[in-house]
Protein backbone atom coordinates (compact mmCIF):
# COMPACT_ATOMS: atom_id res chain seq x y z
CA UNK A 1 0.00 0.00 0.00
CA UNK A 2 1.16 2.96 -0.66
CA UNK A 3 1.55 5.76 1.76
CA UNK A 4 0.47 9.37 1.53
CA UNK A 5 1.61 12.93 3.28
CA UNK A 6 -0.23 16.10 4.36
CA UNK A 7 1.72 17.55 1.27
CA UNK A 8 1.42 14.70 -1.44
CA UNK A 9 -2.44 14.47 -0.41
CA UNK A 10 -2.87 18.17 -1.08
CA UNK A 11 -1.13 17.72 -4.43
CA UNK A 12 -3.28 15.05 -5.64
CA UNK A 13 -6.55 17.15 -4.10
CA UNK A 14 -5.56 19.90 -6.61
CA UNK A 15 -5.15 17.53 -9.12
CA UNK A 16 -8.37 16.05 -8.67
CA UNK A 17 -9.76 19.56 -8.76
CA UNK A 18 -8.35 20.60 -12.07
CA UNK A 19 -9.33 17.26 -13.51
CA UNK A 20 -13.23 17.27 -12.50
CA UNK A 21 -13.29 21.30 -13.23
CA UNK A 22 -13.95 22.17 -9.42
CA UNK A 23 -14.14 25.84 -9.14
CA UNK A 24 -10.09 27.02 -8.54
CA UNK A 25 -10.36 30.95 -7.97
CA UNK A 26 -10.07 33.19 -4.97
CA UNK A 27 -13.75 33.00 -5.07
CA UNK A 28 -13.80 29.50 -4.25
CA UNK A 29 -12.04 30.18 -0.98
CA UNK A 30 -15.13 30.50 1.68
CA UNK A 31 -16.80 27.76 -0.52
CA UNK A 32 -14.14 25.29 0.27
CA UNK A 33 -14.64 25.69 3.84
CA UNK A 34 -18.53 25.66 3.48
CA UNK A 35 -18.25 22.45 2.12
CA UNK A 36 -15.93 20.92 4.69
CA UNK A 37 -18.52 21.89 7.14
CA UNK A 38 -21.39 20.33 5.18
CA UNK A 39 -19.17 17.05 5.00
CA UNK A 40 -18.53 17.16 8.67
CA UNK A 41 -22.28 17.35 9.05
CA UNK A 42 -23.01 14.59 6.85
CA UNK A 43 -20.56 12.41 8.84
CA UNK A 44 -22.07 12.85 12.11
CA UNK A 45 -25.29 12.37 10.19
CA UNK A 46 -23.98 9.11 9.33
CA UNK A 47 -22.72 8.25 12.47
CA UNK A 48 -25.89 9.29 14.18
CA UNK A 49 -27.67 7.11 12.09
CA UNK A 50 -25.65 3.64 12.64
CA UNK A 51 -24.11 4.03 9.24
CA UNK A 52 -21.06 1.57 8.94
CA UNK A 53 -17.70 2.78 9.78
CA UNK A 54 -16.26 3.33 6.09
CA UNK A 55 -19.37 5.49 5.62
CA UNK A 56 -18.78 7.86 8.65
CA UNK A 57 -14.91 7.63 7.45
CA UNK A 58 -15.53 8.43 3.69
CA UNK A 59 -17.57 11.83 4.99
CA UNK A 60 -14.92 12.33 7.13
CA UNK A 61 -12.19 12.23 4.04
CA UNK A 62 -14.14 14.25 2.39
CA UNK A 63 -14.07 17.03 5.01
CA UNK A 64 -9.39 16.80 4.83
CA UNK A 65 -9.97 16.51 1.05
CA UNK A 66 -11.90 20.54 1.13
CA UNK A 67 -9.43 21.57 4.07
CA UNK A 68 -6.51 20.26 2.07
CA UNK A 69 -8.21 22.24 -1.40
CA UNK A 70 -8.69 25.06 0.86
CA UNK A 71 -5.09 25.44 1.74
CA UNK A 72 -3.68 24.59 -2.01
CA UNK A 73 -5.89 27.27 -3.14
CA UNK A 74 -4.98 29.52 -0.62
CA UNK A 75 -1.39 28.99 -1.86
CA UNK A 76 -2.22 29.46 -5.52
CA UNK A 77 -4.54 32.37 -5.09
CA UNK A 78 -2.27 34.12 -2.18
CA UNK A 79 1.19 32.96 -3.11
CA UNK A 80 3.65 31.35 -1.05
CA UNK A 81 3.53 27.45 -0.03
CA UNK A 82 2.21 25.95 2.74
CA UNK A 83 3.87 23.08 4.56
CA UNK A 84 1.10 20.83 5.97
CA UNK A 85 3.14 18.15 7.36
CA UNK A 86 5.05 20.70 9.46
CA UNK A 87 1.90 22.26 10.06
CA UNK A 88 0.34 19.52 11.78
CA UNK A 89 3.24 18.57 13.38
CA UNK A 90 3.80 21.87 14.83
CA UNK A 91 -0.10 21.64 16.62
CA UNK A 92 0.48 18.26 17.49
CA UNK A 93 3.47 19.50 19.61
CA UNK A 94 1.57 23.04 20.81
CA UNK A 95 -1.32 20.68 21.61
CA UNK A 96 0.98 17.82 23.94
CA UNK A 97 2.21 20.95 25.68
CA UNK A 98 -1.00 21.43 27.15
CA UNK A 99 -2.58 20.88 29.98
CA UNK A 100 -4.63 17.17 30.11
CA UNK A 101 -8.47 17.85 29.14
CA UNK A 102 -7.42 21.43 27.45
CA UNK A 103 -10.11 23.41 26.92
CA UNK A 104 -12.58 21.50 28.28
CA UNK A 105 -14.94 23.27 30.81
CA UNK A 106 -18.24 21.59 30.91
CA UNK A 107 -17.72 18.08 33.17
CA UNK A 108 -18.66 15.50 30.14
CA UNK A 109 -20.64 13.11 32.46
CA UNK A 110 -23.59 16.30 32.68
CA UNK A 111 -25.87 14.39 30.70
CA UNK A 112 -25.81 11.22 32.40
CA UNK A 113 -28.95 11.60 35.12
CA UNK A 114 -27.33 15.45 36.26
CA UNK A 115 -29.02 18.37 35.87
CA UNK A 116 -28.16 22.31 35.45
Do not use: H
Not at 22 to 43: I, M, N, R, T, Y
Amino acid sequence: METCTFNRAKQLVRQLVAAKGFPDDESALPQKLLWAFVELGEAADAYKKGAKWDVVNEELMDVIFYVLDFIGLEEKTQGGRIDVDRLFLEKWTKNMNRPEQYGQKRDLDLGKGQSR
